[in-house]
């Protein structure tokens, strides 16, 4: 009994230091890591959505790939704290349109849909399927 009691305190000795052992070698990583955008990309796109902000944005694919290139300031060593903490200030959007706002237009599907309920309720089909039906009036429309 003593010699199980011995085995226990020596494995949880050895796990508390394992643990400690760890969190001293890689604390310091992270608290570099912390206050730094996680890395170009996201350097990247944070001075797109400046230039954005701005009212001129170039288009996004293509910044994207000269920035990541290294052909602007951010990927070639630039200030990129600076254009982080910018892009995390009050970047103003546009509120969300609400659906009652936009010009509801039924898309082609609702249409058919909408015609094959009527057929049906008035037993029109003439021993077509759903799916049959809808391949014509796609077609049709």
């Given at each position: 009994m003593r010699g199980l009691m011995a085995i226990v305190v020596l494995v949880t000795a050895?796990?508390?230091?394992?643990?400690?052992?760890?969190?001293?070698?890689?604390?310091?990583?992270?608290a570099k890591a912390a206050?730094?955008?996680?890395?170009?990309?996201?350097?990247?796109?944070?001075?797109?959505?400046?230039l954005k902000a701005e009212g001129h944005?170039?288009?996004?694919?293509?910044?994207i790939r000269e920035c990541l290139a290294g052909k602007t300031a951010v990927a070639s060593g630039g200030p990129v704290a600076k254009v982080h903490k910018a892009r995390t200030s009050a970047v103003k959007r546009a509120p969300?349109?609400?659906?009652?706002?936009?010009?509801?237009k039924p898309n082609r599907m609702s249409?058919?849909?909408?015609?094959?309920?009527?057929?049906?309720a008035a037993?029109?089909?003439d021993g077509q399927t759903y799916r049959q039906?809808?391949?014509?009036?796609?077609?049709?429309?």
């Open positions: 050895l796990a508390a230091a394992i643990i400690v052992l760890a969190v001293m070698t890689f604390a310091p990583g992270l206050g730094k955008p996680q890395g170009r990309m996201q350097a990247c796109t944070a001075q797109w959505l400046d944005p170039p288009v996004y694919k293509t910044f969300p349109v609400k659906l009652s706002a936009r010009i509801k249409l058919c849909a909408a015609q094959w309920r009527e057929k049906k037993g029109a089909t039906f809808s391949s014509q009036c796609l077609k049709a429309q």
